[in-house]
């Protein structure tokens, strides 16, 4: 009689907490023009957090060109302490139209020599990275992860392009994202914004 209720009891328990497994809703994510971004991401399995998300506009067209979001181990909104590459970091972007291999080239080539500290990162370096950049259909997801003692990988799809060594690259990449003196117009003040 005692093994039967204590039987009924692990059953009820058991139901009880797939009940409340199968209640919780997944974790929240933003949606911004139809691009999901999960609250939470997995970096070599370390949690990474949602800090901002996103549009980027090509300017003088207004075409939705990308979803970005910035992904670190905790909250910051100081653009200096993430540029400093001590942390894991991920820049997702989910591309909303197709753009040419040469345009996308040629934007990551401008934005880097138009930001500060470039003289200090070595050539090779951007260059191996600038020629790893694919063409982009619209869907495309390409991400840019920094882990510490490892460098800057770029991903496409899932599938790794490039990995680039050294923090001077990483602080050079990262600030396009969250550096307002170095990103586009609008990009930086969102990634970073205080909530």
Same mark, same amino acid.
Request: net charge positive; proline share 6%; with cysteine.
């Given at each position: 009689?005692? %093994?039967?209720?204590?039987?009924?009891?692990?059953?009820?328990?058991?139901?009880?907490?797939?009940?409340?497994?199968?209640?919780?809703?997944?974790?929240?994510?933003?949606?911004?023009?139809?691009?999901?971004?999960?609250?939470?991401?997995?970096? !070599?399995?370390?949690?990474?957090?949602? %800090?901002?998300?996103?549009?980027?506009?090509?300017?003088f067209m207004k075409l939705d060109?990308?979803?970005?979001?910035?992904?670190?181990?905790?909250?910051?909104?100081?653009?200096?302490?993430?540029?400093?590459?001590?942390?894991?970091?991920?820049?997702?972007?989910?591309?909303?139209?197709?753009?040419?291999?040469?345009?996308?080239?040629?934007?990551?080539?401008?934005?880097?020599?138009?930001?500060?500290?470039?003289?200090?990162?070595?050539?090779?370096?951007i260059e191996r990275f600038i020629?790893?950049?694919?063409?982009?259909?619209?869907?495309?997801?390409?991400?840019?992860?920094?882990?510490?003692?490892?460098?800057?990988?770029l991903s496409v799809n899932g599938?790794?392009?490039?990995?680039?060594?050294?923090?001077?690259?990483?602080?050079?990449?990262?600030?396009?994202?969250?550096?307002?003196? !170095?990103?586009?117009?609008?990009?930086?003040?969102?990634?970073?914004?205080?909530?």
């Open positions: 009689m005692k %093994n039967l209720r204590a039987e009924r009891a692990a059953l009820r328990s058991g139901l009880l907490a797939m009940t409340v497994l199968l209640a919780t809703p997944p974790a929240s994510a933003r949606t911004i023009e139809g691009v999901s971004l999960p609250e939470k991401d997995v970096v !070599d399995g370390h949690t990474v957090i949602l %800090n901002g998300a996103a549009l980027f506009e090509a300017t060109v990308y979803v970005v979001g910035l992904y670190l181990s905790h909250r910051e909104h100081e653009p200096s302490r993430i540029a400093r590459c001590t942390d894991v970091w991920r820049v997702r972007l989910t591309f909303l139209m197709d753009v040419p291999r040469s345009r996308y080239q040629s934007g990551f080539r401008d934005a880097f020599d138009r930001r500060s500290g470039r003289s200090s990162i070595d050539g090779a370096s020629a790893s950049l694919p063409a982009i259909s619209r869907g495309d997801v390409h991400e840019l992860t920094f882990r510490p003692g490892s460098g800057v990988e599938r790794t392009r490039a990995i680039i060594d050294g923090r001077g690259f990483c602080g050079l990449v990262i600030r396009g994202f969250v550096d307002p003196k !170095d990103a586009p117009p609008g990009i930086a003040e969102r990634l970073v914004a205080h909530r």
